[in-house]
């Protein structure tokens, strides 16, 4: 049998602003065979998510960050290549957190198998996974969408985004997208179903979204922060809930802004308006997952929610597809193909 | 009959930053005798509360705000003195929004009657009144404190805080709260019975805050902002709940603080501690005002629940006394006594 490598990005260093190449490096390590309970697993797809960047810093937020000379972590779709457990076969496919590597030896913890008849393999890193969950549970459960609200949504086209936008409609409300290239716009509106999308890089989008928005904004799921935030805060009902999702917009700062202190006109909002803000990580919904997957996955066989992804070929690709995110380069669940996909034809 | 007359307090112009004694005028209004379906009110107690300070703003709130040249709102209990009307008689003892005078005219709408056998009837101001309200729906409506919760008050001994404390103490929790004056902490430990108590004048407030929530905080109840704010914020766990009440150290300012944008930290907490932060207006709770009385006022019987009031006789009085609640000066609820209350002995 050849030796069983493995091809890293490991995090060199930690960035400072902006992820640069040089921030990490490729790894070749060799794997040995599994051992009892092990198995050897193929990383099919990688996902790429903004949450990513969080986990370069060494500040302890909901979860650990990484290690610098560690693998970058990841969820990913593997393949079993190899098994010596009893409840893994060659040839299963399943989710889990393998990091930025092409092969991991695994105890099979925390991995769910995936049928690749019910969906593609790929939708259980997006629309079907972590980033659909939290779209579901941050806009029913803390945002609370009543039919005729009017919804807003940051990133209308992302991962999170898309999902939110469609599951608003279908809550029958009125649902207004914030998204930045005019091509995204058009898709929210013509494919996902969208009343309107405004773009963060118009001049205006403050008196755009007010066109967008006659009867005010009773739900914002925030994904972005930053102006973007700026323009949709003014526009919250009394009573309005927004569920705070992302703030990718800050997530390469260094250093403080010099803006003045918004917090005490935010917090005076709150108060007069009763807005209800309230964070979301998707780990604490685990107990909505058999709900989402049974309402989620029957939305996508009618045809009623969409999704797109944006694929992109290669291990050594994934550093520069992960820089793209924060310059809204993808368009569409981003996912690096690390390895052929079986069940596509 | 001699002549109707209204001592009145009138917002002469609007205060900048802490409102002057020359922000207000006394006015002798000439009344006319009831006509049909009127009755003349006799002023006993005028409730002083922070929210006076916006209504001086012309800035569109919650509620309108006060135009000058007219009568400053207020909460009030009246007697009535005269009556056209059937649905009052002489002597009825009615809570109501009269303002800042000594009698009014008024055609019986949105008064309630009190009666004094069941509580004193300057308590339908305080803790059987709005600020009890606020406190009780604020804590356990959006607070949601369960038993061995941390739970964390501002302003700890005021017309709300005291009841949010003591709320949180009867439910199981953890008390700690945050005072000024040295005098109040003790009040808050040995009368209300508050698990601890911090002054905001301490220089280590933080620290010391830290030491009296070894757990963290759960739930916290803000009444003023700023610092002290500040102070708790970094002590919430995930999933703490955060009641915005009042932030009455802002009120008074006039100014954009040269503090740095501390939005998007807050902002980004709230994402990874799955923070919810929820304003109230007592307006919105109606509904809870049964079960409010029920249970405050059993508790008030039991002994279970305690409550101060500060009482400054005068009319003339009010505004000195309304400037000294951005001080701390006043201890318990701040009461105007315009006239005698005849239900005391």
């Not at 999702?245 to 917090?263: F, K, Q, V, W």
Request: charged share 20%; net charge negative.
């Amino acid at each position: 049998m050849k030796p069983l490598t493995s091809r890293q990005v490991i995090l060199a260093s930690r960035p400072i602003g902006a992820p640069q190449a040089s921030d990490f490096s490729i790894n070749e390590k060799l794997l040995n065979a599994p051992e009892a309970g092990e198995i050897l697993l193929r990383t099919i797809y990688l996902s790429l998510d903004p949450y990513m960047r969080g986990r370069m810093n060494a500040v302890t937020s909901y979860a650990p960050y990484v290690q610098t000379g560690e693998v970058m972590v990841g969820g990913t779709v593997s393949v079993v290549e190899a098994s010596n457990s009893p409840d893994f076969t060659i040839g299963d496919f399943v989710v889990g957190y393998t990091g930025w590597q092409t092969h991991a030896l695994h105890d099979g913890t925390d991995l769910r198998k995936l049928d690749p008849g019910q969906a593609p393999i790929s939708t259980a890193l997006g629309v079907l996974g972590m980033p659909g969950l939290t779209a579901y549970a941050g806009l029913l459960d803390i945002g609370q969408p009543k039919a005729g609200d009017t919804v807003v949504v940051s990133a209308a086209t992302g991962a999170v985004g898309s999902v939110v936008g469609q599951i608003a409609r279908i809550s029958g409300c009125r649902v207004i997208g914030i998204a930045g290239a005019q091509e995204k716009c058009r898709y929210a509106v013509d494919e996902l179903g969208y009343h309107a999308c405004v773009s963060h890089h118009s001049s205006d989008l403050k008196s755009q979204l007010a066109e967008a928005c006659p009867d005010g904004v009773d739900v914002y799921f925030e994904n972005v922060g930053g102006s973007v935030f700026d323009a949709v805060f003014d526009h919250l009902n009394v009573a309005a809930r927004m569920t705070v999702c992302g703030m990718i917009s800050h997530y390469n700062e260094t250093a403080r802004s010099d803006e003045p202190d918004r917090l005490p006109r935010v917090m005076r909002a709150i108060l007069t308006r009763r807005l209800k803000i309230q964070g979301i990580i998707v780990f604490d919904y685990s107990h909505r997952e058999p709900d989402f997957l049974a309402d989620v996955g029957r939305w996508i066989r009618n045809g009623e929610l969409r999704y797109r992804e944006d694929i992109v070929d290669g291990i050594d690709n994934a550093v520069s597809a992960f820089q793209g995110l924060f310059t809204g380069k993808n368009f569409g669940k981003l996912l690096i193909r690390v390895s052929d996909d079986p069940t596509l034809g």
